[in-house]
């Protein structure tokens, strides 16, 4: 089974005031420029990237992050990416999670999964928990939501954690209470079982990843819980996201954690950074791109898509 994991930026279809439908492009709005006309005339543009990776990654589970509804996953499935050779995903969903902006989950499958389940209305004290200071007793734990896909034996939890913008130190125990959290879902569906196989995935917005000390996504790997698929690339080559404009920071927000059974039956799965879609802004990485990539834009998105094969699944 080959899974990736994409963020795609802010992927809306809207309706003009003539009916016809048109996308937003892979943009914040919160980049110089990036709120113009001429920035708005590049959005169909950026899709047709989008979809370009997508069918370069011929996976067999595609796990979004910031997909506005289904219509939107829908339409770009069956216009973009088909026109981009993609493979059919006959299962598609993208469920309305808690994110105000319309930043929600999605899922496009080439065959059938078993289960499909969100947890968007998990509360703290649904675990014993209590929110962090300042956050409303009533506010869900997960800032967008987390999913859990089944198939077979194997079970993907995909999410996307709070950012550390516009103010990481108040964004730091929310995104610790969100991976607490998950670690609790995770517990709850395999219990003690030594072989359970499981995947945590998706963009967890830790500014400088999962295993470094005063992370707030130590509650996922402390105590051996989970195996860091990412630390199996060469170091230099993790990053997946590089902030835009001069002199911008790379990271790796994007996160593939295995549970220690699915590490030891895939010792040879190494995550694939997908970064032909990457705009020139991104410098460090120095391998193909689409020809239709721009210095900032076009660009398929700010994130890399991340590839990994589970031969055999």
């Known amino acids: 089974m080959r899974i990736l994991s994409f963020n795609v930026q802010n992927m809306r279809l809207r309706r003009t005031r003539a009916g016809a439908l048109r996308f937003d492009g892979a943009r914040d709005g919160d980049t110089p420029g990036d709120d113009t006309p001429a920035a708005a005339a590049l959005d169909l543009a950026d899709r047709r990237l989008t979809a370009r990776v997508l069918a370069q990654a011929r996976a067999d589970v595609v796990a979004l992050q910031e997909v506005f509804d289904q219509e939107t996953l829908d339409y770009f499935h069956d216009h973009l990416m088909r026109a981009a050779g993609a493979v059919e995903y006959p299962y598609r969903a993208c469920l309305r999670g808690n994110d105000g902006g319309g930043r929600h989950l999605a899922v496009l499958s080439r065959r059938p999964w078993d289960a499909l389940h969100s947890h968007s209305a998990l509360m703290a004290g649904d675990m014993g928990l209590v929110n962090p200071p300042g956050v409303a007793p009533q506010t869900p734990v997960f800032r967008r939501d987390c999913l859990s896909l089944r198939y077979g034996a ?19 125990p929310v995104r610790r209470l969100e991976a607490q959290a998950l670690r609790w879902l995770v517990t709850r569906d395999s219990g003690d079982d030594p072989d359970a196989l499981w995947m945590i995935l998706g963009d967890l917005n830790e500014p400088e990843g999962p295993a470094t000390p005063g992370s707030a996504l130590l509650p996922l790997t402390q105590g051996g819980f989970s195996v860091d698929m990412m630390a199996r690339v060469p170091d230099g080559g993790r990053w997946t996201f590089r902030e835009p404009g001069e002199g911008g920071r790379y990271g790796r927000p994007d996160t593939m954690l295995a549970s220690p059974a699915l590490a030891r039956r895939w010792p040879n799965a190494c995550p694939v950074m997908l970064r032909t879609g990457l705009s020139w802004e991104a410098a460090r990485y120095d391998g193909p791109r689409f020809a239709d990539v721009g210095a900032h834009r076009p660009h398929a998105s700010d994130h890399a898509g991340v590839l990994v094969d589970l031969t055999g699944m």
């Open 154 to 172: 194997l079970t993907l939890y995909l999410c996307h954690f709070k950012a550390p913008w516009p103010d990481p130190q108040a964004a730091w």
